[in-house]
């Protein structure tokens, strides 16, 4: 059975830093992506993983303050967040797939763990 999860999460003033970390079960996997939804709004693409060729992916609000790693062997992956503002407060979400797809849409991955909270306040 496949699972995903999340920790590191907290509270944070703007400014800080936060680094959320993904334990998978079991096995490895093609791809990996954090999503994140903050209140009323739809869950949005963060960053993404394809391990066999080490790219990564970010969306541009995160650009230059978010890394994506990890290692696909020990099937952990990290977000280490950095300058968080106010706009960044969600629930973090990690993602996996087996298969390529579109990984900066949340219909690209198949499976998903339980999300853990991120808060920073101004």
């Known amino acids: 059975q496949v699972q995903l999860v999340e920790s590191g999460g907290g509270l944070v003033q703007a400014g800080g830093s936060l680094r959320l970390s993904c334990a998978a079960s079991g096995r490895s996997y093609y791809a990996m992506g954090w999503f994140r939804q903050a209140p009323g709004k739809e869950r949005e693409f963060v960053a993404a993983i394809r391990w066999s060729v080490d790219l990564t992916y970010y969306a541009d609000s995160v650009k230059g303050r978010f890394t994506i790693s990890g290692d696909n062997a020990k099937n952990t992956m990290y977000l280490q967040m950095n300058n968080l503002e106010p706009e960044d407060t969600a629930i973090y979400y990690c993602?996996?797939?087996?298969?390529?797809?579109?990984?900066?849409?949340?219909?690209?991955?198949?499976?998903w763990g339980q999300g853990t909270q991120v808060t920073v306040s101004s």
């Open positions: 993602a996996a797939t087996d298969v390529y797809g579109i990984l900066t849409r949340d219909v690209g991955y198949t499976y």
